[in-house]
């Protein structure tokens, strides 16, 4: 099973708004991931867990706060965003840099700011 | 850090004809270099990927070629049908940043007229 699944699927919220996007996967990965994309853009690294511990904050605002719970759980808290933050936020699993290199995307949320 | 630069940006063959896209990376350390395969609406899918002890690598219709010594890396697509029409990324491992850390090319948009 080579599967990451993120909800929500979409998400709008206000500019005052806290919510959160979750995403889980169960392959045994030790890495996980938080991605951001633009339209006809590449995925933009945000975060980065291995060993559920953050190694890769990719100076990312403070509005947006990671979580990994356990091994097969990652959360991305939003609060205060702004509307340039509206894009797709894709979540990825792979083995941790030491065992392996392949990285698997999840479907990703849809995010739009008002 | 790792920099990867993709060309062509888009991409337009006739169906059944060859399609090939290049990049190139500025980290000569870099020893991963995945592709991704992003339909619209949808994830980033892994689809070939290949390692830096080996020049080439192939999966049915599709192949990757590494010279790293030109540090430049390509997919090739025989035989183009419709249904490869997306954006391909191409990414290298960067060997920087502890993590699996991926640096992904601008993209290449890819059109297959039938």
């Known amino acids: 099973d080579t599967e990451v699944t993120q909800t929500p699927k979409h998400l709008v919220m206000g500019m005052t708004n806290k919510k959160s996007l979750k995403c889980e996967q169960h392959m045994g990965h030790r890495a996980m991931y938080w991605y951001k994309q633009k339209a006809k853009k590449p995925p933009e690294l945000m975060f980065v867990?291995?060993?559920?511990?953050?190694?890769i904050n990719e100076s990312v605002p403070s509005r947006f706060s990671p979580e990994c719970p356990n091994s097969s759980l990652l959360n991305l808290h939003l609060h205060a965003l702004q509307p340039e933050d509206s894009a797709l936020y894709l979540c990825a699993s792979s083995q941790p840099r030491d065992r392996g290199h392949e990285q698997y995307f999840g479907p990703g949320t849809r995010l739009t700011v008002t | 850090g790792e920099n990867v630069e993709q060309h062509p940006s888009t991409l337009s063959v006739q169906e059944g004809d060859s399609a090939v896209i290049k990049c190139t990376y500025s980290?000569?350390?870099?020893?991963?270099f995945p592709w991704y395969k992003q339909e619209l609406g949808k994830r980033p899918q892994l689809i070939i990927d290949?390692?830096?002890?080996?020049g080439e690598k192939k999966d049915q219709r599709i192949a990757v070629t590494l010279n790293k010594t030109a540090k430049h890396f390509s997919l090739h697509i025989t035989e183009t049908q419709p249904e490869d029409s997306a954006v391909y990324f191409c990414a290298a491992r960067d060997m920087v940043e502890y993590g699996n850390k991926l640096v992904f090319g601008a993209g290449t948009i890819l059109r297959v007229k039938s």
């Open positions: 290949i390692r830096s002890n080996v």
């Open positions: 980290d000569s350390a870099s020893n991963y």
């Open positions: 867990y291995s060993y559920e511990k953050l190694s």
